[in-house]
């Protein structure tokens, strides 16, 4: 740990950090890079009921479940959230993140306001959620066009659909409008530095303060 | 603005950035340091009604102000907080830090527990209050025998009152524990950006959105 970044000596519970933005707006790639340059965030896998693609590694990728056992999961409270698309069901396991937040670690997810919202009835304490926003609309078209090569209509559903999306910032705790990737990154790095430090996610204070004041 | 800073194009409301801590915690080196780097803060300016001393300027210092004034300012709810100390009056004039918040300007105080109560009942959601630790008992009576020549039983009544003054950090939003000064100074920024990048404090975003929805 060098000694001009952001740092806690204390014990602390971890916490869920959502991030969710209308396609385009770039919310993978600043995920991606918080994920290479911190150690105590971890990406949350998945379970789906939808058959491995090649390539795909289970337990990272996602957790590959048949349909009982995730009905199962759900019903029996085991689900943080899920949604069923097309005939698949997607979902966040419970355990596995309640495991994480206990032992100090925070949780990444990369999900939907409809995902955000269902997180946030179990879990609103510990939950961070920022919500990216594309500069300006030409930029948002641009990285939709460049990121495939659809035809025009498909561009276009694409655009009404970043619309609707983008209606859901007021649902958020924190708004990072995506003018540069680097300062986008080292806006979300500052949230996350400063959720860290709040005082009752330190969960040692309580033993670290008794013990300062025992001694003056 | 360097781009691997965190940065909103978004025009937002200031806020109030509160940094108690017992004396001794290093506290103020933080705030100085803040300073330093940090245009859109300044440090909020009291009134007192004790007369300047050498070397001290009216308006950067101090607003030196005759007792009459003072009790009219405080009467009039033109104090967000105010003190006695001895024979003297200390406050807040309200005017000037709700035309910097207004502005889009942040504003530091470097007041206690008291002070910050006070400012939480008529500025809840402008405050951002962090409470600074040190890091063992040890360094704190070092740093207190270390900044005057003052006898044992003098050090012995100020770590007694560190003490007590420690008992309240349960009322602030963030708590630093001050290990590394290099580190304690990226915590606060961290927190200072994140909290401007809170969705409710950037006032222009309703717009923004809006422009963005049009066009999609």
Redesign the interface.
Known sequence: ??????????RRRGLMLVLSSPSGAGKTTIARELLATDDKLDMSVSATTRPPRPGEVKGRDYHFVDIATFERMVAAGEMLEHAKVFDNYYGTPAKPVREALASGKDVLFDIDWQGTQQLGQSARGDLVSI?I?????EE?ERRLKSRAQDSDEVVRKR??K??DE??H??E??????N??L??S???V???L???R???ER?VG?PD??NG??S??
């Open positions: 740990m060098s000694d001009n970044r952001p740092f806690s000596p204390i919500f926003l594309p500069p300006a609309v948002l655009m009404a970043a619309g983008m209606s910032w007021p958020y705790d924190y708004i990072v409008v003018h540069h680097d300062s990154v080292a806006s790095k500052a949230i530095a400063a959720e430090l709040k005082r330190q204070l670290f303060v300062l004041r001694k003056t």
